[in-house]
């Protein structure tokens, strides 16, 4: 079975500091995707990043970057410099391809407050 | 990208009556849909997955009497929540996976929130 644990909860920080957003999983599959999300108060999830299990590369996107690694089961996202805007709900989920048709499993996920 | 959309955004509707949920590829074709629930401060939940041309496979403790999908067109998935009750309030999310793309590609509605009175 597929599992997300998202093991920080809440997480508060002052503007312009660094934050790094934890995520483990757990799969059977050798071809999966992983995928981080962000949820404004507004409610709508706003797709981040997709990567799938054959891409160890780490990717940087403007503030955002992610580190993967298989060896550990994780995928971690951090902001840099972060901005009030970024305050918001982030989930981590993963989607086996092969088994499960394809549907995600989410993470609990974490609340990021970016205090001015 | 690829947009899916959803409708109503919102919902207010009084214990008892039906509610339709409408899910929609608006420039792709998806075979596969997939419905979340989300309760206030919580995950989103799976509750079932949406196969066009067939029955929907449900999550375990998902009533499928109560949460009726249809998926009848390529670009069309709809949830009715049948006699609906107080504690069905919640956020109703839909994806819908391209399969064109081979990739495994989700994209993600902007979600419903049905409030029942």
């Known amino acids: 079975a597929q599992k997300v644990t998202q093991a920080q909860t809440e997480i508060s920080v002052v503007e312009k500091e660094d934050v790094t957003l934890d995520c483990v999983y757990e799969t059977r599959d050798t071809t999966y995707y992983l995928f981080w999300y962000k949820q404004p108060p507004s409610g709508e999830l706003v797709f981040l990043i997709r990567r799938n299990s054959f891409d160890e590369q780490n990717e940087i996107s403007g503030r955002y970057s992610w580190n993967f690694q298989k060896s550990t089961s994780s995928f971690n996202f951090t902001i840099t410099a972060s901005q009030v805007v970024d305050s918001a709900v982030y989930f981590c989920?993963?989607?086996?391809?092969?088994?499960?048709?394809?549907?995600?499993?989410f993470g609990d996920g974490t609340t990021l407050t970016v205090k001015p | 990208g690829a947009v899916v959309s959803q409708h109503p955004s919102r919902v207010i509707c009084k214990s008892g009556t039906s509610v339709k949920i409408e899910c929609r590829s608006l420039?792709?074709?998806?075979?596969?849909m997939f419905w979340y629930r989300q309760f206030p401060k919580q995950s989103l939940m799976l509750m079932a997955t949406s196969n066009e041309g067939s029955k929907a496979t449900y999550e375990q403790g998902v009533e499928k009497d109560k949460f009726l999908i249809n998926h009848a067109s390529l670009t069309l998935s709809t949830l009715t929540v049948t006699s609906a009750h107080p504690e069905d309030s919640s956020f109703y999310i839909c994806s819908a996976r391209d399969h064109g793309t081979g990739r495994g590609e989700q994209y993600f509605g902007p979600g419903t929130r049905l409030t029942v009175t």
């Open positions: 989920a993963l989607s086996e391809h092969n088994t499960n048709a394809g549907k995600s499993t």
């Open positions: 420039d792709f074709q998806a075979t596969t």
